[in-house]
């Protein structure tokens, strides 16, 4: 099941949606086999003070080690429950588009897929749900009693809240890590919002959801002949050189049979030079310039026939043509 991730700009009314969300999902779920978390960082007690730079010295702001920590207790959070029975809402700032990315590759190495619910909202707006939460804390402070207004979610100081509208990345829906996108502003109705959530779920959990597929270049090769080309490559070529190794005269010269193939009977001929022994040294650097030339073979195995057998034959006839030609 998917990853839902939210972004907008601070104070635009994300922890909302999210809470809106999770109960469209609640009431839809019963019944299956998924299960529906909540992410956040009031969750994991992450104060918004983390994400403030102007205590930080300039030089420093871009290694800022108290959001790097924050981000990585998120990060773990969300790796400890996601997969594919599991659907995740992360409600957050969420506006750095490599955060997004990783998120993304997160969800894709665990075959499920990601989306973005954007919250839209102007920054007029949101900036006056910041203040009227600052007022409401200070007031609160000067009571020096607990806030118990329905928005007593944490103010961001004023320069906090600057700097990370200023730093906002809007997601773009013609990158695949901000795709699909979905949006909801301030302005939206139950049943606009509810369209919205319909629409979703049937891009990621519907019956004609995308099938999620690992990238193939993270997927590990079988160490066999039909599979890892270089492993096999590098075995078969090794042998060869053993083999001359073992089998030349102490004066050189002569010939030299290898086996075309483990347990078979055919048989390839090394023919060596006549005039001198061949040294290790030697064979290792005509096996090396062999394999270089030979590695773009690499996923053509089945296409070009790169066995172990025909490997063979080729690092034959070009040791032959080495000592030919000297």
């Known amino acids: 099941m998917p990853l839902i991730i939210l972004t907008g700009l601070p104070t635009s009314g994300k922890s909302t949606r999210a809470k809106q969300l999770h109960d469209y999902l609640a009431a839809r779920i019963p019944g299956t086999k998924y299960r529906l978390h909540l992410i956040s960082d009031d969750s994991l007690s992450i104060s918004r003070s983390v994400y403030d730079l102007s205590t930080v010295p300039v030089h420093t702001r871009s290694a800022n080690a108290s959001e790097k920590d924050a981000r990585a207790a998120i990060y773990g959070a969300v790796k400890r429950v996601l997969s594919d029975k599991d659907i995740v809402i992360l409600d957050g700032l969420n506006y750095i588009k490599g955060w997004r990315y990783q998120l993304h590759c997160e969800a894709k190495a665990v075959r499920t897929p990601s989306c973005i619910l954007q919250i839209g909202?102007?920054?007029?707006?949101?900036?006056?749900?910041?203040?009227?939460?600052?007022?409401?804390?200070?007031?609160?402070?000067?009571?020096?009693?607990?806030?118990?207004?329905?928005?007593?979610?944490?103010?961001?100081?004023?320069?906090?809240?600057?700097?990370?509208?200023?730093?906002?990345?809007?997601?773009?829906?013609?990158?695949r890590w901000d795709s699909p996108l979905f949006t909801i502003i301030w302005e939206d109705d139950e049943e606009q919002v509810k369209k919205t959530f319909d629409s979703?779920?049937?891009?990621?959990?519907?019956?004609?959801?995308?099938?999620?597929?690992?990238?193939?270049?993270?997927?590990?090769?079988?160490?066999?002949?039909?599979?890892?080309?270089?492993?096999?490559?590098?075995?078969?070529?090794?042998?060869?050189?053993?083999?001359?190794?073992?089998?030349?005269?102490?004066?050189g010269g002569g010939e030299v049979k290898v086996l075309l193939s483990t347990g078979g009977k055919k048989e390839l001929v090394v023919e060596l030079p006549a005039t001198r022994k061949v040294g290790l040294p030697e064979l290792q650097r005509h096996r090396r310039a062999f394999m270089g030339l030979n590695r773009g073979g690499i996923g053509l195995e089945k296409v070009t026939n790169m066995a172990a057998d025909t490997l063979r034959e080729s690092f034959v006839n070009y040791l032959n043509n080495a000592f030919e030609n000297e």
């Open 121 to 175: 909202c102007s920054k007029e707006r949101a900036q006056q749900v910041n203040e009227d939460r600052l007022k409401r804390s200070q007031a609160t402070a000067d009571q020096d009693g607990a806030d118990t207004s329905s928005d007593a979610a944490e103010p961001y100081e004023p320069a906090n809240w600057e700097n990370l509208v200023f730093r906002h990345e809007e997601p773009n829906p013609m990158t």
């Open 200 to 251: 979703l779920w049937e891009a990621v959990a519907g019956d004609g959801r995308k099938i999620i597929r690992p990238n193939q270049a993270t997927e590990q090769r079988g160490r066999d002949a039909s599979g890892d080309y270089l492993y096999v490559l590098d075995r078969e070529t090794q042998d060869i050189v053993k083999r001359v190794l073992d089998q030349q005269g102490d004066d």
